[in-house]
């Protein structure tokens, strides 16, 4: 796949890391089309969407119960909110260029929520399958629902952090090679002027259909980390989804 990019971006007069401009020669439906499949620069994009979206997953890991919360309830949450304000205060507005150190920041909440959800979906795990535990089987139930959440929520950020390089490399025309392929990527005529870009809700819908279906859908995953991001909500939506209804069907029986 690598290679297979590597050889149309240079048709297209760039690089695999560098800008993909179309080819001098191309006709201008040509050039439209060649663009959209690499991803047309992004506008500035806003924090918001991601902020409120940090702010709903640490809601939904404050009313888990204790025992699946690593370390004290409010310990993880907390810091998670420290960061997340030291983002919004630092960065309120995605612009056309990102610190290193903001980026950094970043990445590493997003992976402070993952491994808190991770930890939580690891004791669920073990909780379901055990005979002996000291939640309710009705309790681990109603707890699934959060970290099912929760998955979905990390997973479209980490997807939205990523892809080409981050939100602030996307407004650059110098993009990356595209880490997945949208259907407005393969079909721009689809789209209203020809010329779009995803949004933080384009990545949340990707996510989202992703653990409902365990498989992509409309959106394709292309770079080798995004495809194994797949691979990993995947599994945790079905590890909770299998074992839940398990579960239920035994208190039910």
Not at 207 to 225: C, I, K, R
Request: net charge negative.
């Amino acid at each position: 796949m690598a290679e297979a990019l590597d050889d149309e971006a240079s048709e297209c007069g760039g690089d695999r890391d560098g800008a993909r401009g179309p080819a001098p020669g191309a006709e201008p439906a040509e050039r439209s089309e060649r663009a959209a499949e690499w991803g047309n620069p992004a506008g500035a994009e806003p924090r918001w969407p991601a902020t409120l979206a940090v702010l709903v997953a640490i809601g939904l890991q404050l009313i888990l119960p204790g025992r699946l919360v690593l370390g004290p309830t409010w310990v993880l949450p907390a810091l998670e909110g420290v960061l997340g304000l030291a983002l919004l205060v630092t960065n309120p507005r995605r612009d056309t260029e990102e610190t290193r150190h903001i980026r950094v920041l970043s990445i590493g909440l997003i992976a402070l929520i993952n491994l808190a959800n991770l930890f939580s979906l690891g004791y669920l795990v073990h909780a379901l399958i055990s005979s002996r535990h000291p939640v309710g089987g009705r309790t681990l139930i109603y707890a699934s629902v959060p970290v099912w959440l929760t998955n979905i929520i990390v997973f479209a950020l980490w997807f939205w952090e990523l892809d080409r390089g981050g939100p602030a490399a996307r407004v650059s025309a110098r993009h990356r090679a595209p880490d997945f392929l949208f259907p407005q990527m393969s079909a721009p005529g689809s789209v209203p002027g020809g010329s779009w870009s995803p949004s933080f809700l384009d990545y949340l819908y990707t996510s989202f259909t992703n653990v409902t279906a365990f498989s992509p859908t409309d959106t394709m995953p292309l770079s080798a980390w995004a495809k194994l991001l797949f691979m990993v909500e995947s599994l945790a939506s079905l590890l909770t989804v299998a074992l839940v209804v398990s579960r239920a069907v035994n208190i039910l029986a």
